[in-house]
């Protein structure tokens, strides 16, 4: 059975602090993504990474996915209050289906 | 662009009763999803659809049917409605299988049983 274990499962932080959220398995996928989702509303993507080791950059939003392609980061740097939701990454199981991590909840204090 | 509408938002039941959670998708997608989502657990897949008269078990079906009454319609039914079955459903559709593509959500209907 595929999981994807998302860490820490809360964080709280000052604005303009800096911060990583982490999306662990032990099975490798063929590629990830992201999702934020906002109170009241549901998930909306915010990038797939696709190639073992790559980084991409939304913003002040840095992806990395991990070399064995079993891990991905997600890095904010200098948050926001706008930042404030539940960070989600997901991964392909079969051909049609999508597994959700367990979901970091970030709390960005003004 | 509606994108993917779902009704109700919000709804209480009484344990017991039956209620039909309605999707649409504007999108001409071939894949539909219905999960829930729990505090600390994520989205659970309940039920999906690859295609227009196919339907197929999630993580945690049970208590649930699925109807795919058109390419745009997935509806979502609790016969016997239960406590447990207190969570935020949501309904999703992408192009699967055109690879591993964004899955687009409705706005959730937050259901409470009691």
């Known amino acids: 059975t595929q999981l994807l274990k998302q860490s820490p499962q809360f964080l709280s932080i000052q604005e303009g602090e800096n911060l990583t959220v982490y999306c662990n398995s032990s099975s490798v996928f063929s590629s990830l993504q992201w999702y934020r989702q906002e109170p009241g509303e549901g998930p909306v993507l915010l990038v797939t990474v696709v190639t073992g080791g790559e980084v991409k950059k939304l913003k002040r939003l840095t992806f990395q996915f991990g070399d064995a392609r079993k891990d991905s980061s997600l890095h904010i740097t200098a948050a926001q209050t706008g930042d404030t939701g539940l960070y989600l990454c997901a991964g392909p199981s079969g051909t049609y289906k999508y597994i959700f991590g367990t979901g970091t909840r970030l709390k960005v204090l003004a | 662009n509606a994108g993917v509408t779902q009704t109700p938002k919000f709804q209480v039941l009484k344990t017991g009763q039956s209620m039909t959670l309605q999707c649409a998708q504007d999108?001409?997608?071939?894949?539909m999803y219905w999960y829930r989502q729990d505090p600390g657990m994520g989205l659970r897949l309940i039920y999906y659809s690859a295609s227009e008269g196919t339907t197929d078990k999630g993580e945690v079906p049970n208590g649930y049917n699925v109807s795919r009454l058109n390419k745009r319609e997935f509806s979502l039914r609790l016969e016997s409605a239960a406590p447990s079955q207190t969570s935020v459903y949501f309904c999703?559709?992408?192009?699967?299988?055109?690879?591993?593509?964004?899955?687009?959500f409705g706005q959730g209907t937050r259901l409470t049983v009691v």
């Open positions: 999108m001409n997608h071939n894949s």
């Open positions: 999703a559709s992408s192009e699967a299988p055109r690879g591993f593509t964004e899955a687009f």
